[in-house]
């Protein structure tokens, strides 16, 4: 099979790039207390956009996953994990070594936003795909100005939807 190639520059398996430090105790991307990781590069770019300074796929900062996963490590009374972009689904290969490593080792729920649709992903498959097997939850498809709706949940427009997964499959909507 074709080895995967991420478009961000450097991202691989050992490497993610960021667009800001990982946080922690966020109350705002997810039920419960979560880390919050905040990759670098999108190329949907949404009319909108509140983070546009995460578009640029060769901005940021480089880093090892094995970093990444050490700090996680490190952050106490974390219930979850969140990937915020940014697009996550553009390092595929490094957000699913590092969702595999929170949840086996630290019992963590994983959740990831996405300007991809779910259908697409899954259709896509390979690397974006096993990713999203990992997932508790998908925040998806692109945010879009005219369906903004600030008393949301967790998104910003009417047409992204909270998908709660079990093994790649939709167990329910919010
Ligand atoms: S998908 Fe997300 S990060 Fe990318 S342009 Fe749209 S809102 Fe911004």
């Not at 419960?32 to 770019?45: D, P, Y």
């Not at 990713?131 to 009417?158: C, H, M, N, V, Y």
Request: hydrophobic share 30%.
């Amino acid at each position: 099979m074709e080895e995967y190639k991420s478009p961000v520059l450097g991202s691989d398996k050992e490497h993610i790039r960021l667009s800001g430090p990982t946080e922690s105790d966020n109350i705002v991307n997810g039920y419960g207390l979560r880390a919050v990781i905040w990759t670098q590069g999108c190329f949907t770019h949404c009319p909108g956009c509140q983070n546009p300074e995460t578009w640029d796929p060769e901005a940021g900062v480089l880093v090892s996953v094995e970093d990444v996963k050490k700090e996680l490590a490190g952050l106490k009374g974390q219930t979850g994990l969140t990937f915020c972009g940014g697009e996550p689904f553009n390092q595929p290969e490094a957000c699913l070594e590092i969702a595999r490593y929170v949840k086996k080792e630290l019992g963590w729920n994983v959740w990831s936003f996405s300007g991809f649709t779910y259908e697409k992903i899954k259709k896509r498959g390979g690397k974006q795909w096993e990713f999203l097997k990992e997932l508790d939850a998908l925040i998806d498809g692109p945010f879009i100005l005219s369906q903004r709706d600030l008393t949301l949940k967790f998104r910003g427009s009417k047409n992204q939807r909270l998908l709660h997964l079990k093994d790649g499959e939709i167990t329910k909507v919010e």
